[in-house]
């Protein structure tokens, strides 16, 4: 390792690092703005500015930039001298020229990596005297807010916008002092990942709207460790908390996971946490069918009398914890507990863990994703079911430029140079979907197929690698078959794609054939499946295969074997046709839902409970890569809101049953149930428990300069009380104890003297971009090749559960339904955030224009679905594949359809769209500001 | 970006518009490297490069708007905004600023009645700022459409534009 001289002190570094990184992995403070650990180096604002000498001798030295200088054994530099110093303080007071002073109006004040580095620096007198430039800001969006005049043209929001993320409606516009980074026109930001921006701005420029509407400043907000609840992939997220409402999620840094970025469900999606549809006090359902309020004692005693009375069946949920769905099995017998999936989606969760589990093929983190330099993505849309994995993707690309680079032995982190040499040169990625996905756009080939010709395609490929003759294809297929064999067969790490996206078993085992030919052609294969929730895999892990599914439970419930139903956390319109789920309810003459926000299961409540949300519970999740996770609560719940494990255990012991006396702590019901559940075996292991003690204190949720404590409840009382205690974790509701050193799965917030930006997480990780000094949060369940068959996985293929139609082979006039997921709309919980709404719209079919001429639909006339399921809108596209009708699956209207179900479609006379949501704040006039 | 041939999207390029810019963009490996020269092509058309003909340009080149409004936005010679029939580039740096270009652009908006970046009314004229003409050791410098005026002095101002002095 390179030995290199700052002031004086001789250091060992990291070969490969730029001097930026190694100051900063050294624990010395050098200020700097446009490299980013995750997008490296552009030598753009010059701030991390040091001297460095020839030699001993050299005594005037020469400013270079440190993200810029490779360290090199022997190098000399000074970051303390006055010449390093004065060049530094001077950068920053040209940035600050046209800086307007509105930090105390400025929603990044108190977290802005400009005032940090301004502060840093030693800058504090202003020179300048003359006008500042002021520009128009533009209408981004729903979820961003525009404030230009605080830029400090770094570049970093083009550069991640752009070429990190792949957007192209965010530029750089004119020159020198007009600078201007927005869009061509106003209008909301394209790209699915926008919200980093506001991580990324070192500025105010780009700042998170939904908090700006409802303001607290980072000091001010409450925060613990969570998971996101948006989808499969469980980012870990830092929601902040003020007087009891959701404020914002920021990024939790992960880097086996999210790294420093998350997706815009992820980001805006917790606004339901808010809703003022949220239940606050149980509800017991009167003769005349209206709802009389109970405190939770009552509740508890009605749930508990009718649980010992009835015969008792429990439908689980795959957007709840592995802990509440445990003590749910437990209350109503493995025998009568349904996990909660729809019966189709049931089979599919099933099979991606069985594939997963069966496979020799290694099952990738993101970073891992990152890494793979030949991909095939078969059936799914990854960029609207498991949006980060998109993102890492468009990555994975890039490793063909990072071969190029090392040829030339350029350094990883000279961005400039690498994408200037690679050009459009990327490494191979195929697509085969139902129609268009975002990422086409960085596909070396893609192609629209319906789902059994996905799967026959992916066969193809399996065939192919293994060298034999591929079951017959019809042309071009049988060549695109070879390419894409030859591609992955030609990669070091080739990774296949897919999940139950497409709602096709199939086709995942296609992918996993695929996988599997790979690593018994000696590769170092990954395989990685998709699942549509939080704890989708957490769910088919604790209930198995032989779990009984929804139809299952309503046919004993119409026999007389069931009476009483016990819902959790779990809206079953969802789940299955409105007749279907009525028909299953209506089985029950007991139907006891926990919930936290009002939907159509708890309106057909007898006793509906308040749930606490996410945001205001513990518990486990298990992403799609099997990692178990933890979040914990970050603020107490409001009323009579209880995390369904309180209400769950409570009941239990009411019933003086067996299994709950010893349970007394969440803790004690995480271990038990890794101690029942052999594929939850490592779920302790997920976080610490209640009795982590960092230096004798609990970790503290709120951050040292956490204020107002006393007036913040100064309208009922001017006496502060004593912070609540809380028993069932590590951490503490309050800013005393210490937030160092502790596992990873346990960093509430971060921040560091003088280093108040999200940009002090640098100082939680072992180097900039590293993994964090407190390990990596969360354990990895499933290990690959753990019950290695030799023998093809066959899935069975859910059948079209339709009630209107059951035949399976398109026909003329017959369309089959295949799922067209949205990351805005699809997921239950995201969608009921307003943001996510206004974004979402209602939902949609979508054809080739061939078939809409066939149809005589035109864009934005209507159709009728089957005889009576749905009349929605009709889009044209002419990706989808021949004979699919694509369908926004979870949004408005669609919830009678089912994937694959073959379907007729007939024209919707005189039918007209719904009215679209007003953007609430639009109308503040072009270039109006949003402050 | 399949439909970039099609005519009916492009309303706002003429065919000999398109026309020249395809042969710019046969001699270039990557059809948005002509971004610039399809920006010259339509202004010379046309005298300024408009919103929709940006858009247009855009989509021939498979480039987004947004990434062709920020090469467009760049240069200073390329009009996102309407100019008169000839645009006068007054130099104002160092070696025409000691010469006193600010006395000549008072003078000019005093003849024309226009000030930086204005249009006259007649639309014969726009006055911009220029950083450099490049020919500083005859400087003050400026350009009236095409021509390039050296040494100018008050009274060449007034043969320049004297047919349009006291035309406000």
């Known amino acids: 390792m390179p030995v290199i001289t700052i002031d004086g002190v001789a250091y060992e ?44 001798e050299d005594t005037r030295g020469r400013i270079v930039m440190g993200c810029m200088t490779p360290v090199t054994d022997g190098a000399i530099f000074s970051l303390a001298g006055d010449k390093a110093r004065h060049f530094r303080e001077a950068i920053v007071e040209s940035l600050m020229l046209n800086h307007p002073h509105d930090c105390p109006v400025c929603a990044e004040g108190g977290e802005c990596h400009l005032q940090d580095m301004t502060v840093m620096v030693g800058h504090r007198d202003r020179h300048y005297r003359g006008r500042k430039n002021t520009h128009r800001n533009q209408y981004l969006g729903p979820l961003i807010n525009h404030e230009m005049n605080r830029c400090i043209t770094c570049y970093r929001c083009t550069r991640y916008y752009r070429d990190y993320a792949g957007g192209t409606d965010l530029a750089a516009m004119a020159a020198h002092d007009h600078i201007y980074f927005g869009r061509h026109q106003e209008g909301v930001l394209q790209s699915e990942f926008a919200g980093n921006l506001v991580e990324v701005c070192p500025t105010g420029v780009f700042t998170d709207k939904t908090l700006v509407h409802d303001y607290t400043r980072k000091w001010d907000l409450q925060s613990a460790p969570s998971v ?91 957007r709840t914890s592995v802990e509440a769905n445990f003590l749910l099995r437990e209350l109503v017998g493995s025998q009568n507990y349904a996990p909660g999936f729809s019966d189709a989606e049931q089979l599919l969760v099933n099979l991606a863990l069985e594939l997963q589990q069966q496979s020799p093929a290694v099952i990738p983190d993101i970073s891992t994703i990152e890494s793979a330099d030949a991909v095939l993505v078969l059936g799914e849309d990854v960029t609207n079911t498991a949006p980060r994995i998109a993102l890492a993707l468009r990555q994975s690309v890039r490793n063909k430029a990072y071969e190029l680079a090392a040829d030339l032995k350029l350094e990883t982190w000279q961005d400039a140079a690498i994408r200037n040499l690679a050009q459009d040169q990327r490494s ?51 060549t695109l078959a070879r390419d894409i064999a030859a591609a992955l067969g030609a990669a070091k790490r080739p990774l296949v794609i897919s999940g139950t996206g497409c709602a096709s078993a199939p086709v995942m085992c296609a992918a996993q054939a695929v996988a599997n030919a790979l690593v018994d052609s000696g590769k170092q294969a990954m395989l990685c499946l998709c699942v549509p929730e939080a704890n989708s895999l957490g769910q088919a892990m604790l209930a198995g295969p032989q779990a009984p599914d929804l139809e299952q439970l309503g046919k004993r419930a119409a026999s007389g074997e069931l009476d009483t139903l016990v819902v959790l956390e779990n809206d079953l319109y969802r789940r299955g046709s ?41 518990g486990t999740l298990v992403s799609l890569e099997g990692r178990a996770q933890r979040y914990f609560p970050v603020f107490q719940p409001r009323d009579e809101r209880r995390p369904s494990w309180v209400w769950l255990l409570a009941c239990m012991k009411e019933l003086e049953q067996p299994q709950a006396h010893a349970l007394h702590h969440f803790d004690d019901i ?9 594929a939850l075996a490592g779920i302790t292991a997920a976080a610490p428990d209640l009795h982590y003690l960092n230096l004798g204190v609990k970790i503290p949720r709120q951050p ?50 003088g280093w108040n930006s999200n940009q002090s997480v640098q100082k939680f990780q072992t180097h900039p971009g590293g993994p964090l000094k407190g390990g990596t949060a969360g354990v990895r369940l499933l290990h690959p090749g753990a019950q290695h068959s030799n023998g093809p996985t066959q899935g069975q293929q859910p059948g079209p559960l339709n009630d209107a139609d059951d035949s399976q082979n398109p026909q003329d006039g017959r369309w089959q339904l295949v799922p067209r997921q949205r990351i805005f709309g699809s997921d239950e919980l995201s969608a009921l955030s307003p943001a996510i709404a206004e974004l979402a719209g209602p939902g949609y079919i979508e054809i080739n224009a061939v078939d809409a001429a066939a149809l005589g639909v035109t864009p934005g006339a209507g159709v009728h679905v089957g005889d009576g399921l749905a009349t929605l809108e009709v889009r044209v596209n002419d990706t989808v594949a021949a004979g699919c009708a694509g369908f926004s699956i979870g949004l408005a209207g669609t919830d009678n359809l089912i994937p694959l179900a073959v379907v007729t479609l007939s024209r919707a006379e005189g039918w007209r769209p719904r009215p679209q949501i007003i953007a609430r704040d639009r109308g503040t006039g072009p270039g109006g500001t949003h402050v | 970006m399949s439909d970039r041939n099609d005519a009916a999207l492009i309303p706002a390029l003429s065919a000999i518009e398109l026309t020249e810019i395809d042969a710019e963009i046969a001699h270039v490996p990557y059809r948005s490297a002509v971004a610039i ?59 025409c600023w000691i010469k006193g270009c600010e006395g000549l652009r008072e003078q000019i908006t005093g003849q024309l009645g226009v000030g930086l970046g204005e249009t006259t009314a007649d639309n014969r004229y726009t006055l911009l700022p220029v950083t450099c003409l490049g020919a500083c050791d005859k400087a003050p410098v400026m350009m009236v459409g095409d021509e390039l005026h050296e040494n100018v002095e008050a009274l060449s101002l007034q043969a320049i534009f004297g047919d349009s002095g006291g035309d406000k």
């Open chain 1, 670 to 678: 995480t271990r038990a149930c890794a101690a029942q559940v052999p």
């Open chain 1, 228 to 318: 996101c609840v948006g989808c499969g992939v469980g980012c870990n997220t830092l929601p902040g908390e003020r007087y009891g409402r959701l404020k914002r999620v920021h990024n939790r840094f992960n880097a086996d996971v999210n790294g420093y970025f998350l997706c815009d469900r992820g980001r805006f999606g917790a606004g339901f946490v808010n809703s003022e549809n949220a239940l606050s006090y149980p509800g017991l359902r009167e003769a005349d069918g209206r709802y009389r309020a109970l405190d939770h004692h009552d509740a508890l005693h009605r749930m508990a009398e009718s649980c010992a009375r009835g015969k008792l069946a429990g439908i689980g949920s795959p």
């Open chain 1, 578 to 618: 409105r007749a279907r789920i009525n028909a299953l309810l209506e089985a029950f003459s007991q139907v006891i839902v926990l919930d936290g926000l009002d939907n159509d299961t708890t309106s057909a409540a007898t006793l509906a409970l308040p749930a606490a949300s996410f945001a205001e519970s513990e």
């Open chain 1, 13 to 56: 570094v990291q070969q490969g690092q730029n001097l930026l990184e190694s100051c900063l992995s050294l624990g010395l403070d050098l200020p700097y703005f446009c490299w980013h650990p995750a997008m490296g180096s552009i030598g753009a604002c010059r701030q991390c500015a040091l001297v460095q000498y020839q030699n001993a």
């Open chain 1, 428 to 478: 191979p990625l195929f697509i085969a979907a139902v129609a268009d996905t975002p990422l086409d756009e960085v596909a070396l080939q893609r192609l629209s197929l319906a789902p059994d010709a996905i799967a026959a395609l992916g066969r193809a490929v399996a065939d192919s690698i293994r060298g034999n003759t591929p079951a017959t294809l019809a042309a071009p297929l049988d």
């Open chain 2, 37 to 95: 020269d399809a920006l010259k092509i339509v202004q010379a058309h046309r005298g300024w490069v408009s919103d929709e003909s940006l858009r247009a340009i855009a989509r021939h080149l498979d480039m987004s708007a947004d990434e062709l409004d920020g090469v467009a936005t760049f240069y200073n010679l390329i009009y996102r905004r309407p100019v008169g029939d000839r645009v006068i580039l007054l130099c104002n740096s160092i070696s």
């Open chain 1, 704 to 753: 040292p300069r956490y204020s107002g404590r006393t007036a913040m409840r100064a309208n009922i009382s001017v006496h502060e009380p004593k912070q609540r205690e809380d028993e069932e974790t590590a951490l503490a509701f309050t800013m005393e104890g210490l937030n160092r050193n502790q596992p990873a799965a346990l960093l509430p917030w971060v921040w560091s003297p």
